[in-house]
């Protein structure tokens, strides 16, 4: 185990006003040219990053709580991601796996075979982004079962694609004016603990989709229920315990094909390697992407070997999937969340919040404070209810950013904060921004 290195200082250093003119005036080429359906909720132009900082075109060096959502997780220069990608680059940039197969993809099917949940023999399918990697997991749990119904829990984020449009819950601004959407697609009442009525424990909330399911769609009607084991965009909503398990058991039952979506909190995020691993499930098919690829695009679906193989040969992949300079990138990355003990240091992050933030909860407009590891949010409510506050949410998060610390917001109301930093991050940058946010949030 050892230390992390850094190459920048880790330091938040403003040189400019925010943003500065150099920034100011790409923001201004950017009109002109790129499409408004692309945002950015930072108007930083980067230039370069390291652990827990990233650098603008001004010379600012602000804390970075986003990790480009979830992504570099070990930074977004770690020396073993940089110099496996400059030697794999150097070699070849691509050959297609579907012409002709190399290496990297091998090692990396190895390493996901190895780490995901699950003693059983594992397969996997590399791909290009999150939402195609939930495409190709419901591409096989159809193959799999001969079935066509997905179950998919409320509140969830699954991408941004049609199919994965269809599974994700927050119509604005994902689905609004993109439709139709892809038909047989049920979402179910899942568990967010700070939102129940009346406390309700796992099993219950379990109950309760199981039973919404089997009235409306049938369980031998399903190929698949998918879930987030902590739900990312949705809120960093984690469930009651219990609430896993006992959906597990049912999918075992009906012989539907469970799937979690470890994409954001997969890879050491949550504290363990995968969040899975705090309900004690292992899914017959896991999706990964963000952190596993070291900040290069790479995604995968990992399973049981005779689920993952009812694909007919030539059924999965694609042009680019599994690209060499990804992979090179990807075994970078799982070396270094080993070497530097990433889970633990996710762990560590997650005891610096809570000491900074809980004191907060349930004052003024601090309703909760939750998630696992790295992944940890706070939701904004009016004073005194429970009513989602997104107006502040926004307020905190733009006068983070006035004094150079981004943080993202998220929520099916959009009314939370995330903190989602490198997991690189050194412990004194953290409390200096959490210090800023608990003077932002705390009036
Ligand atoms: C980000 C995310 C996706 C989509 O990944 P993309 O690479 O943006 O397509 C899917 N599921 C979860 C849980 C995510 O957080």
Redesign the pocket.
Known sequence: MSDPIYHLPQERRLVTELPGPKSKELAARRDAVVAKGVSSSSPFYVTEADGGVLVDADGNSVIDLGAG?AVTSVGASAPKVVANVQEAVARFTHSSFATTPYQGYVDVCERLAELTPGSFAKKSVLVN???EA?ENAVKIARHATGRAAVAVAENA????TNLTMALTSKAMPYKAGFGPFAPEIYHFPSSYPFREPAPITGEQAAQRAISYLETTVGADKLACLLQ?PIQ??GGFIVPAEGYLPTLQAWCREHGIVFIL?E??CGFCRSGKWFASEYDGVEPDLITT??ALGGGLPL?AVTGRAEIVDSAQTGGLGGTYGGNPVSCAASLGAIDTMKEWDLPARARAIEAAIRAKVQPLVGTGSVGDLRGRGAMMAVEFVNPGTKDPDPAKAGQVASTLLEQGVIALTCGIYGSCIRFLPALTIPAGLLDEALDLFVEAAGN
């Open positions: 959502i982004s999150g939402a939930v984020f699954h991408g941004r987030e990312g965009e979506d994409i954001q992407a963000k995604a």
